[in-house]
Structure formats: structure tokens, C-alpha cells
């Protein structure tokens, strides 16, 4: 039973204003695995003035000292990779396999690629007489999600850390332990005191009082879409930077051509990875309406070949994060059913021989239009809706009409007609045949966010621009 009932602020680990405790879930039993105490305004007014009296020497630290830091960092993260698998496992249910492979490197990855981008990174240039100066933007408020508890975590204190900001971090209280370990690692590398403070608690004790603490001068977010409206007016009144990275409801266009089946097969377990709960994950596939009936077959075979049970056991998926998850994709299934959608495999309930933990069948809709619910909505669960087109303009037609814009997928043996579809398509990330880099910007067009992520385009989050005019002496 895990106990974090202290908060890191000013290098120290220091007792809440006031104690109150909070039961996290393990969602693979339904049993409390830990308890962590809940910050409040008093609390996160302690870690702003601590990160204000720590930038005025990080924001001056050179280059060579933020790179020495992120290497630090890395160094003692790795140090901690077990104990950080091991937390997100029990803490949001990743199987750990996925843990291991995917969940822990991906948090670390983005730590290295910030110093490796920060080496070259230029925050001065010269126009004529003016020079252009690029400088941290101040304190930095996270408020980071369960899903992808490290990759979102390590998203914004890298580049932070990298361009001399300081910051506060409030975890998701739902999967805190690996935040906690984090904060323990940033402890051990030496990173000053002030710098990075953490905060555990929820949105109404934590959240809202950093989001709108004056003495916040860039507030980053990751959760869904309602969430982010609401950090964005309760920053509003100190017209602090906002950065959201929010909701999806991505298509993934599924050519007629010979990469057809890969294609479907490769989109099943993409949107099935992680139980369904990434915010980019391709849930709304778009075949031609003359191979409906090929590509259910194929995602149904797909689907059906994933294992789902124990998280520590040789399963491919593990339980969604909690009740209230569980409960709303159950009832988002339902909908789809009784919209007249086709149930191609899975459905409502637990898998069969699991009666305890919040495990999700891995479901299968065909034949959906886009005014389905299932295809309005991010589910964040393990639920592929297949739509049809008959035309590839109709195609992209399709996948525009959305709220949202994360991410989009092509599947293509023509790389030219890929192409040419990611053109159209309105989202900030657009994969092709389920391309990666980890160091292209991510985020989303429309209520998907604003800003970007990952790699040197997320430096400019963290930073103002100042112009000097007159830098250089007139010419004679």
C-alpha cells in the first residue's frame, strides 16, 4: 500500500495546509492500492512562490547547464524504470508489457530529445539592427492526465526545464504514483530547488488554483475537451498562455488498394492499444463502402485475437482506468447498438470469466454513419467504429466533419494518394501507413487544443519574444 501524504515544494518534502487523504484504485481488482493527500489553493500558493524565487537564477542558466540538467534527469530516470513501470500498471492498468515498452521509454525519450534539440536551439537572431530574443516565459503551471501518465509529464517539464522555466505539477489524482516518482527522480538529479514542485490533487482543489493563480504565468493541460474549457476561463482573468492538449476523434482513411487488409488490421490494434485510452487513437476507420463486409471481417478477427485480463499477466490488454471510465464507455457501446449500428465483435459487459476489475470487451461497429454517437464522441475506450465512402473526397469529407482535429491516418500502398489525402485532412498530426516520430509537434486543430508538443516546436510554448531594437550600431 503506497502512502504519498507529502508534497515536493521549494526541494523539500513538506506536509499538506491541511491533510486530507485520497484512495487511489487499483482498476485491475477495484481495491485501494495507496492513498495520496489532496492540495489546495494554500498548497499551490506555497509551490507558485517557490517556482517565482527559483526562476529569477534558472531563467539565466546557460545553455550547457540546462543540457547537463536534462541528462541528469535521464540518468536517474533510468534508474527508476522498473518502480515507474510498475506504479502505471497498478496505478491506470497498462498491461506491463506496454508498460515496459511503450509507457516508460516514451517518457524518457522526450526527456532526451529535449536535450538533444535544446544543444542547437536558437533563442537570438539578428534582423538588421534588431535582434530577436527568445526567453522563458516564467512559471508553469502542469496539470497532466492518467492515460499516458509519463509521456504528458515529461512533454512539459522537458521543455520547460530546457528553455529555464520553473514549474508546478498537479498529476492526475486517478494514476499519481508514477508523478510521484517522477518527482523523486527530478530530487535526486539535482534540479534546484523551486524549479519543480509538485502538487498532488484533484481539479476542483488543485487545478482550478493553479490555472488561475496570478502568479502563473503559462498554464499547460492535457485531459478532455469540457476540462480544458474550463482551465481556459479560470485563466482568462490573469490573461495568462493557455496550452491545451485535448479530446480526438480521429479518422483513419483506409485505401482501395493492395495495403487494404494490413491497413484495417494495423487500425484495430492502434485503437485497442492501452485499452483505447490515448487521445489520438484512429477509432473512426473509413473503408470503401464496396469492402464493408471484407474490412468487419478483418477487424473482427483482429479484435478477437487480443487477449484481455490480469495487467501483470502475458495480456495484450488490461482494465480501463476506473468506474466512471468503465461506466461510460458501457454505455457509449449501448448507443451504438441501439443507433442501429452493426456489432461486429464484443459489446456490452466484461469479457467472459472476468467478474472483478473495469475490463472492456474489444468491440467492433460496422456499417456507422458519422452522426452516430460513436462517431461524435471520443469514447477513450476499446471501440472501433467503421464508417463507408464511395469516393475519396467523400473520404475526406467525412473525416473533417468533427469537432476535433488530433490526429489523422492514412493506409496506402500508393504513397502519392496518401499523400495527397493527408493534405486534406484538418488535423495537427497526420501518420501515414502508422508512421512515429517522437520528435514531430503534436496537437490538434479545434477544440483538439492549441499549441504543439514534443521535439524543438515545443519550446516555443515556454517562451516570450522580445525585440531590441537598435542592437546592432547604424550603419555608417
Known amino acids: 500500500m503506497r502512502e504519498y501524504l507529502k508534497f515536493l515544494i521549494d526541494g523539500q518534502w513538506v506536509d499538506p495546509v491541511e491533510l486530507r487523504s485520497h484512495a487511489v484504485i487499483n482498476p485491475a481488482t477495484e481495491q485501494a492500492c495507496g492513498h495520496i493527500a489532496l492540495g489546495a489553493a494554500a498548497d499551490v500558493d506555497k509551490a507558485v512562490r517557490a517556482a517565482r524565487k527559483a526562476f529569477v537564477g534558472f531563467s539565466r542558466t546557460s545553455r550547457e547547464e540546462r543540457i547537463d540538467l536534462l541528462q541528469r534527469i535521464a540518468a536517474e530516470y533510468q534508474k527508476r524504470f522498473g518502480d515507474l513501470a510498475a506504479a502505471i500498471t497498478e496505478e491506470m492498468g497498462a498491461p506491463a508489457s506496454l508498460a515496459q515498452r511503450a509507457q516508460v521509454p516514451i517518457g524518457l525519450g522526450h526527456i532526451l530529445a529535449a536535450a538533444e534539440a535544446l544543444k542547437a536551439f536558437p533563442f537570438a537572431e539578428d534582423r538588421g539592427a534588431t535582434r530577436i530574443v527568445k526567453e522563458p516565459i516564467g512559471v508553469c503551471g502542469f496539470i497532466t492526465p492518467w492515460n499516458w501518465p509519463l509521456n504528458q509529464i515529461a512533454t512539459k517539464v522537458a521543455p520547460a526545464i530546457a528553455t529555464g522555466c520553473t514549474m508546478v505539477l498537479k498529476p492526475s489524482e486517478v494514476a499519481p504514483f508514477s508523478g510521484q516518482i517522477f518527482a523523486e527522480i527530478m530530487q535526486a538529479a539535482g534540479v534546484p530547488a523551486g524549479v519543480f514542485n509538485l ?59 493492395a495495403a487494404f487488409a494490413a491497413g484495417v488490421s494495423r487500425g484495430v490494434g492502434s485503437v485497442m492499444t492501452n485499452s483505447g485510452q490515448t487521445c489520438s487513437a484512429p477509432t ?72 472483478r476489475g473495469f475490463y472492456v470487451k474489444p468491440t467492433v461497429f460496422a456499417d456507422v454513419t458519422n452522426e452516430m454517437t460513436i462517431s461524435r464522441q471520443e469514447i477513450f475506450g476499446p471501440v472501433l467504429a467503421i ?24 493506409q496506402a500502398a500508393d504513397l502519392d494518394a496518401a499523400r495527397r489525402v493527408a493534405g486534406e485532412l484538418r488535423a495537427g498530426q497526420v501518420s501515414i501507413n502508422g508512421a512515429f516520430d517522437s520528435n514531430a509537434p503534436f496537437g490538434g486543430y479545434k477544440m483538439s487544443g492549441n499549441g504543439r508538443e514534443w521535439g524543438d516546436y515545443a519550446f516555443h510554448e515556454f517562451l516570450e519574444t522580445k525585440a531590441v531594437l537598435g542592437w546592432a550600431p547604424p550603419a555608417s
Not at 216 to 238: K, L
Not at 292 to 317: C, F, S, W, Y
Open 199 to 257: 502538487v498532488h490533487g484533484d481539479g476542483p482543489g488543485v487545478g482550478v488554483a493553479l490555472s488561475s493563480h496570478p502568479g502563473v504565468d503559462m498554464i499547460s493541460f492535457t485531459g478532455s475537451t469540457r476540462a480544458g474549457i474550463e482551465v481556459a476561463r479560470n485563466a482568462a482573468p490573469t490573461v495568462k498562455r493557455v496550452h491545451q492538449e485535448l479530446g480526438g476523434k480521429s479518422p483513419n482513411i483506409v485505401l482501395d488498394d
Open 284 to 355: 473512426r476507420m473509413l473503408v470503401p463502402q464496396a469492402r464493408m463486409a471484407e474490412a468487419a471481417a478483418i477487424a473482427k478477427q483482429a479484435a478477437e485475437e487480443l487477449t484481455v485480463g490480469d495487467p501483470n499477466g502475458n495480456h495484450r490488454m488490461g482494465p480501463v482506468v476506473s468506474a466512471p471510465q468503465f461506466d461510460k464507455i458501457q454505455g457509449l457501446i449501448q448507443a451504438g447498438i441501439d443507433e442501429g449500428a452493426t456489432l461486429v465483435t464484443g459489446g456490452p459487459g466484461r469479457p467472459e470469466g472476468l467478474e
Open 387 to 410: 464508417l463507408g465512402y464511395d469516393s475519396l473526397d467523400q473520404a475526406i469529407e467525412i473525416a473533417n466533419d468533427t469537432e476535433y482535429g488530433l490526429a489523422a491516418y492514412v
